[in-house]
Structures are given as C-alpha cells and as structure tokens.
C-alpha cells in the first residue's frame, strides 16, 4: 500500500460547530425554492469555501452529528447532553443540505446515528495515520485536544489560531492526553456532565499534574489530602465517594477511535465532484451568481469570466 509523505495533512471538519454558528448568526432573508429558510446553509458554504481556497486539501473528510440524542452516550448515561433543545425542523432540513454539499464536492461526508462527529474525527485521524498523514481537526472544541500527537494540529478557524499537542496544556491546563481525565473530574456543562463535586477546573489540573491520571490518582486517593491544595481532604472523600461515576464520566468524554467507517475512501482522498448534483443544489438553495461560481471552481469545473455586477 502506498502511503502520503509524512507532512501531509487531513483536513477533519467539525461541521456542525459551523453549521450552528452559521444558523445563529446569518440574517433570515435566505430561502430555498420551495420557501424554507437556508441561513445555515449559506454561511456554512461560505466557511467552507474559504477553507477549500485557503488550504486547498488533498485529504479531507466532514464529520456532521447525527446522533445527537441517539448515541451510546445516552445509553450509559441519559442525562448526557439533555440540556440541549432539539433541532427544530428548519435546521435539520439545513443539515441535511450541508451534507449533500459536501458531497457534492467530492469531500467524505461523516456521519453516523450511534456515534458523534467527534469520534468521527478521532477515528479518521486514527486510519490517516495509517496512509502517513498528519491530522488538522478544523474545530474550537477543545474535548477534541485529546487526539493531538506530536504533528497534529488543532484550528479555530472563525479566530484564526492554531496549536498541536504541546499547546494544549497552556490553553486548559493539562497536557493533551489528559483531557478526557480532566473533564471527567472538572465536569463539562456544555455536554451537562457535572463532574466530582467540589473540583473545579483548576484542582482538576493540579490532581493531573501530580497524579498523571485518573487511574492513578483513584489508586492514589489516600495521597490526596496531603496536596497542598486547598480542600484537598474534603476531595479524597469526594473521589471515594464518587470513585465509579468518575469512571463513568471518562467513558463520557473519551473519544472512540474504532467507529466503522465503510463509505470512506483511503486517505479521504478528494474525489471528483459531482456537476449535475451540484448545479441542482445551487438552483434548490437559490445561490447568488458569485458563489455558484465559487463552488463550481473549486469542484473544479470550468466557468466562464464573471461579469461585473455579479454577486453572492
């Protein structure tokens, strides 16, 4: 099997963290043919169109969550996530548009109904290291850290910054390898994973920094009250206490790296893109003459010279 040199990269995109954001901040004035709102869709396309330009990636694959209240999380554990409101039908309509896009552009789409975008990402990170690719996860999620080795890098596109593994421990405290330990411990709102009670972000990071992990430091708690660290004795009860639910919360915020991924290409190699899929899209979302243009060339196919007054 041929491999890609080593310093290839694989673009992995959060698209949901896209879409959504597109879906909040884009004016509503943006309609299909057939009258249903497509905000979302249309910032989300401009995103990725800028990524596509910008970056131009040989290897890419955009992971969007289907399993959003359907997962294996909310099997072990049903109160995960239930602080979020569902999608209201507007922007699962949006969803499924994004999707098709994607597609369209000879990009491998992720998504499954047992499993979220993340243990997508973390799973196509894992199979393009075995075609000698480096990893960029295109995401602010910071659960998503866990993943970063050596030559990975994580980018938050909308504020432009980058880091890889190294950096992580200035930006939460831990090292990257430590991450799911330590929102097992510290908790995570927005997943509504509460956490050990009493430790809070910064004694979750001085147990990690002196115990290593959460194995060791559960092996470890008769060690705890002697920390100077401020409630430490009231914390090792806590952990004895709460010792299985810390486990619990682990597997909560560990990301799997084995998800069945048997639509994707070797690689994520870019495919051809699909003209005729595509220009039905444009017409269906009612796309200006500006950004048809853009997706048409960056599927590479042939345009003709914009005139003048044209626009998104």
């Not at 996530?81 to 999608?87: E, Q, V």
């Not at 927005?190 to 430091?217: C, E, M, Q, R, Y």
């Amino acid at each position: 099997m041929s491999t890609a040199p080593a310093s290839a990269p694989l673009y992995l995109v959060d698209a949901s963290l896209y879409v959504f954001r597109a879906w909040h901040s884009m004016p509503d004035e943006f309609q299909d043919s057939q009258g249903w709102p497509v905000n979302a869709v249309h910032g989300f396309a401009r995103f990725l169109l800028d990524l596509l330009e910008r970056e131009r990636p040989r290897h890419i694959a955009v992971a969007f969550d289907e399993a959003l209240d359907s997962c294996f999380r909310h099997r072990i554990y049903p109160a995960y996530k239930a602080n979020r409101d569902p999608a209201p039908d507007e922007l699962r309509r949006q969803f499924a548009h994004c999707k098709a896009l994607c597609a369209a552009l000879g990009l491998d789409v992720l998504a499954d109904r047992e499993y979220e975008a993340d243990d997508l990402i973390g799973t196509a990170l894992h199979a393009g290291r075995g075609h000698g690719l480096r990893g960029v996860i295109v995401s602010a999620d910071k659960d998503l850290s866990q993943l970063l080795l050596e030559h990975d890098e994580q980018w938050d596109y909308a504020r432009n910054q980058r880091w890889g593994a190294a950096g992580v421990k200035a930006r939460h405290g831990v090292h990257a390898h430590q991450i799911a330990d330590y929102l097992a411990l510290c908790g995570d709102a927005v997943d509504n994973i509460p956490g050990v009670s009493g430790i809070g972000t910064k004694s979750a990071a001085v147990l990690l920094s002196h115990f290593g992990s959460l194995d060791a430091l559960l092996e470890r708690i008769d060690e705890v009250p002697f920390l100077r660290l401020r409630g430490a004795a009231t914390m090792a009860v806590r952990l004895r206490e709460q010792r299985e639910l810390a486990l619990l919360f682990r597997q909560l915020t560990t990301i799997a790296v084995d998800v069945p991924l048997a639509t994707a290409r070797p690689g994520f190699t870019r495919g051809n893109a699909d003209a005729d899929m595509l220009g039905g899209l444009c017409d269906a979302l009612r796309f200006g003459p500006m950004t048809r243009r853009r997706l048409l060339s960056a599927a590479g196919i042939e345009t003709s010279s914009p005139s003048a007054n044209e626009f998104a």
